[in-house]
C-alpha cells in the first residue's frame, strides 16, 4: 500500500494517484512489494528533515527514510518499507527550471525515493550510475518523459 499525505495545502491534481503510480510502478519493476508512506511537504520542512536526519542544513527535493536501515530491530518485521519526504515547492521549481512538467518532476522524484527505500544508493560512480538507469527504465516503461 502507497500512502499519500499532503503536510501543505496545494493545488496541483491528481497529486496522490501521481506519486503513488511511481511509488507502484518501482515496486513492480524490482519484483518487491511493501508499504511506502511518502509525505509532500514545504521547503522549510524538509530543510528541517535534511539537517535533523542528515546533517546537511539546507532543503532538498526528496528524502528517504528506509524500515531495514540501522543495525537495530525496531519492529516486528513487516511489509513496510519506509517514508519519502518530497518538498513540493522545490519540484515545482526543478521542473520549470529543467523544462518538463510537474508529473515528469514528481514522478521521477517519487522513483527516486522508492529507489532508496529498495536498497539502492547514489554514494559512488558505480552505483549512481545503476541506480539513475533504473530510475530511467522505470520512467521510460511509465512513458514519462522529459
Do not use: C, W
Amino acid at each position: 500500500m502507497i500512502e499519500v499525505i499532503a503536510g501543505i495545502s496545494h493545488d496541483v491534481a491528481d497529486l496522490e494517484e501521481i506519486l503513488t503510480n511511481a511509488a507502484e510502478a518501482a515496486l513492480a519493476y524490482e519484483g518487491e512489494e511493501g508499504d511506502i508512506t511518502i509525505l509532500v511537504v514545504d521547503d522549510e520542512t524538509i530543510h528541517e528533515m535534511n539537517r535533523d536526519y542528515r546533517d546537511v542544513d539546507r532543503p532538498t527535493d526528496v528524502l528517504s527514510f528506509p524500515a531495514a536501515e540501522g543495525e537495530t530491530l525496531l519492529a516486528i518485521p513487516d511489509a513496510f518499507l519506509g517514508d519519502i519526504a518530497i518538498s513540493l515547492p522545490r519540484a515545482q521549481a526543478q521542473a520549470e527550471e529543467y523544462g518538463h512538467s510537474l508529473l515528469r518532476e514528481l514522478t521521477f522524484l517519487a522513483v527516486h525515493g522508492s529507489l532508496h527505500l529498495m536498497g539502492y544508493d547514489h554514494m559512488n560512480d558505480a552505483d549512481r550510475a545503476e541506480m539513475f538507469a533504473r530510475q530511467d527504465r522505470i520512467l521510460e516503461k511509465m512513458r514519462i518523459t522529459r
